[in-house]
């Protein structure tokens, strides 16, 4: 019964007001944010159209977002792919990757456990773009499992790395991890390094006991530009930027 009240009706969501695949500029942006379900509220648009007047976004790869199948978001022109974890009341909640560039691929992603045993089960999802040469550009958003054990996180984080360990093109792997003790965030950081991943490297990030849960991970692109806003009143979470360019 209790999962019944978590369980989504319909766990890959998508609006796509665009059918071109415009390809992805050599030199792009991403906002990764835990929004806390507030991305529909008005002051969230207010906020995201302030910023891009100093950054422009490219990509938002959003956690704990809120949405519609086949609706747009309040950020206007951008389509988006979504898994849902959670249903409430006719809206989906989950990770969200949202564009004014269309993917050529998308593939949700479930984790293997569930939170509490009886809980949700935690999203991802991994898009795949084109660049201007025709090579690809992969983002995979993700949002960690937080309430088991030790050993069921690293079982998650080794389900990610099957998925992603045979993608040679150039990737970007970020999110909220829920890396709230050593051992997890430990772990996680080994298992991105086998992979050649490099860490983006955020300072003032939602942590526990100095422990960073937000993390972006990129391979095969150069690192830009990035920082950390923390004047939103929206979230617990801090928006985290990051600008790259192709090699």
């Known amino acids: ?23 992805v500029p050599d030199t792009f942006s991403i906002l990764c944010w835990n929004v806390h379900k507030k991305n529909h509220f008005f ?21 704990e977002a809120h949405f519609k199948h086949d609706t747009p978001l309040h950020i206007p022109h951008l389509t988006f792919h979504a898994t849902a974890n959670l249903e409430k009341k006719n809206a989906f ?36 773009y084109s660049f201007h040469d025709g090579s ?42 829920n890396s709230w003790n050593k051992k997890r965030i430990t772990f996680l950081h080994a298992q991105m390094k086998q992979l050649g991943f490099s860490s983006v490297p955020f300072e003032e990030v939602k942590s526990f006991m100095k422990h960073h849960l937000d993390l972006i991970f990129y391979r095969g692109i150069n690192l830009c530009e990035y920082h950390v806003e923390k004047s939103h009143n929206l979230s617990d979470h801090h928006p985290l930027y990051a600008k790259f360019t192709k090699q």
């Open 1 to 23: 019964m209790l999962e019944k009240l978590f369980t989504p009706s319909k766990y890959e969501h998508s609006y796509l007001p665009q059918t071109s695949h415009q390809p």
């Open 93 to 128: 909640y989950g990770v969200l990757t949202a564009s004014s560039y269309t993917p050529i691929e998308n593939r949700s992603v479930l984790s293997k456990g569930k939170e509490f045993l009886w809980g949700p089960r935690k999203g991802a999802i991994l898009t795949k």
């Open 43 to 63: 002051n969230f648009k207010h906020y995201i159209d302030r910023f891009m007047t100093q950054s422009p976004i490219d990509f938002f790869l959003l956690q």
């Open 136 to 177: 690809f550009l992969y983002l995979f958003n993700l949002h960690g499992i937080n309430f088991r054990e030790n050993k069921h996180y690293y079982e998650e984080i080794e389900h990610i790395k099957m998925i992603v360990e045979n993608v040679t093109e150039p990737m970007v792997i970020a999110g909220d991890f």
